[in-house]
């Protein structure tokens, strides 16, 4: 299921042995298990459950609003519109079925997405991707590491140009893994937030020939101090 729709925020799923009925919550952090109950003996609390489920919207079941708000067969693009934080708006449509696109099935953690996009925001920039993952809300986020490496890069010139160029972002503060588990009264340690990045389109190193691609190989050699490069990793703009 969470494969199936791109910005899948939970599923709900219910479990039962013999008489007994679990009912169990799984997001990019884990699983929530609630205590299980005979659905048998206790038929209202059973039929409660389900007449509350039956009034469930999308966003109930776990879909998310921002990037994959229906069921069904996932669409070819879709737009997402946020804010950019001086009273304008941002618009980008992820190509959610290109060939371009770059996927990871997980059960949990980052679940890293990238998305070849389009946008009238940045109509004058050639290609530009999407980036759409589950950040640890602990943890220094990518946007705040990368606006320090570009002041880093304002006066090293081995930083420079070596360093993938952000056009905005976006923190999806409503599908925090923390506030499910808040409301439930367990510790929301380790809680991930959907974040979508916008980048500038890299192409990989492979595409360069002759003297492009040894410069470039050799500026790769330098920052990563890395003698077994896999060619096929290494991207430029």
Same mark, same amino acid.
Request: contains cysteine; proline residues 5%.
């Given at each position: 299921?969470?494969?199936?729709?791109?910005?899948?925020?939970?599923?709900?799923?219910?479990?039962?042995?013999?008489?007994?009925?679990?009912?169990?919550?799984?997001?990019?952090?884990?699983?929530?298990?609630?205590?299980?109950?005979?659905?048998?003996?206790?038929?209202?609390?059973?039929?409660?459950?389900?007449?509350?489920?039956?009034?469930?919207?999308?966003?109930?079941?776990?879909?998310?609003?921002?990037?994959?708000?229906?069921? =069904?067969?996932?669409?070819?693009?879709?737009?997402?519109?946020?804010?950019? =934080?001086?009273?304008?708006?941002?618009?980008?449509?992820?190509?959610?079925?290109?060939?371009?696109?770059?996927?990871?099935?997980?059960?949990?953690?980052?679940?890293?997405?990238?998305?070849?996009?389009?946008?009238?925001?940045?109509?004058?920039?050639?290609?530009?991707?999407?980036?759409?993952?589950?950040?640890?809300?602990?943890?220094?986020?990518?946007?705040?590491?990368?606006?320090?490496?570009?002041?880093?890069?304002?006066?090293?010139?081995?930083?420079?140009?070596?360093?993938?160029?952000?056009?905005?972002?976006?923190?999806?503060?409503?599908?925090?893994?923390?506030?499910?588990?808040?409301?439930?009264?367990?510790?929301?340690?380790?809680?991930?937030?959907?974040?979508?990045?916008?980048?500038?389109?890299?192409?990989?190193?492979?595409?360069?020939?002759?003297?492009?691609?040894?410069?470039?190989?050799?500026?790769?050699?330098?920052?990563?101090?890395?003698?077994?490069?896999?060619?096929?990793?290494?991207?430029?703009?």
């Amino acid at each position: 299921m969470f494969a199936a729709h791109r910005g899948r925020q939970h599923v709900i799923g219910l479990i039962i042995v013999d008489d007994l009925l679990y009912l169990w919550r799984y997001d990019r952090q884990g699983a929530i298990q609630c205590s299980g109950f005979n659905f048998i003996q206790d038929l209202p609390r059973f039929l409660v459950l389900l007449l509350t489920m039956q009034r469930f919207e999308n966003r109930h079941w776990g879909l998310n609003p921002h990037i994959d708000p229906w069921f =069904g067969d996932c669409p070819k693009s879709h737009k997402v519109i946020f804010p950019d =934080g001086q009273g304008r708006d941002i618009d980008i449509t992820l190509e959610l079925l290109s060939d371009e696109r770059i996927t990871h099935f997980v059960l949990n953690g980052r679940a890293t997405n990238v998305f070849p996009a389009k946008s009238k925001t940045f109509r004058h920039e050639d290609d530009i991707v999407a980036k759409v993952c589950w950040a640890e809300e602990s943890r220094k986020s990518e946007p705040e590491i990368l606006q320090k490496v570009y002041k880093i890069a304002k006066w090293n010139e081995d930083v420079r140009g070596h360093v993938p160029d952000m056009l905005c972002y976006q923190i999806f503060q409503d599908t925090s893994t923390a506030v499910i588990r808040t409301r439930v009264g367990l510790k929301p340690d380790g809680a991930r937030v959907l974040y979508l990045i916008v980048f500038r389109k890299l192409q990989p190193i492979t595409k360069l020939i002759e003297t492009d691609f040894l410069r470039t190989w050799w500026a790769t050699v330098k920052c990563e101090s890395d003698p077994l490069l896999d060619n096929s990793n290494v991207i430029v703009q």
